[in-house]
């Protein structure tokens, strides 16, 4: 009788971790085509500019020094690839929606918190 008790509260415990990180939105490339968003970090300042045909504008640094190349986006799956040229840059996945804020999981496993500046998701 205990490995059906055993079984549910695994089965709970498994479905509560995967809503936590389950979206509460979902990429398409209309909405990421016009869409600006902000990093909201006292130290780094990064801008997006997501542009139509896979384009994005870019504005990384601190504030003593910045770079602002145009790179190149595309979707995959729910993830955002960022590419320059051939090499992959940076990526950005959807963990979810707080208000006018993004909160997005990043190539290096950090989850950053977006300001969404123009567009709609």
Same mark, same amino acid.
């Given at each position: 009788m205990?490995?059906?008790?055993v079984?549910?509260l695994?089965?709970?415990?498994?479905?509560?971790?995967?809503?936590?990180?389950s979206?509460?939105?979902?990429?398409?490339?209309r909405?990421?085509?016009?869409?600006?968003i902000?990093?909201?970090?006292p130290a780094k300042?990064?801008t997006?500019?997501?542009?139509?045909?896979?384009?994005?504008?870019?504005t990384?640094?601190t504030?003593h020094?910045?770079? @602002?190349p *145009? /790179?190149?986006? %595309?979707?995959? $799956?729910?993830?955002? &690839?960022i590419y320059?040229d051939?090499?992959? +840059?940076e990526e950005?996945?959807?963990?979810r929606?707080?208000? @006018?804020? *993004? /909160?997005?999981? %990043?190539?290096? $496993?950090?989850?950053? &918190?977006?300001?969404?500046?123009?567009g709609k +998701?």
């Open positions: 205990r490995a059906p008790s079984v549910l695994s089965w709970i415990a498994l479905t509560a971790s995967v809503a936590r990180e979206p509460t939105f979902a990429w398409t490339q909405t990421i085509s016009g869409l600006t902000d990093l909201v970090d300042w990064e997006l500019y997501f542009r139509p045909h896979g384009r994005v504008a870019v990384w640094g504030k020094s910045f770079t @602002a *145009l /790179l190149d986006w %595309k979707l995959v $799956g729910r993830t955002i &690839r320059d051939d090499k992959l +840059v950005l996945t959807p963990v929606r707080d208000g @006018a804020y *993004l /909160l997005l999981r %990043k190539r290096d $496993g950090t989850i950053g &918190r977006f300001r969404v500046v123009n +998701v």
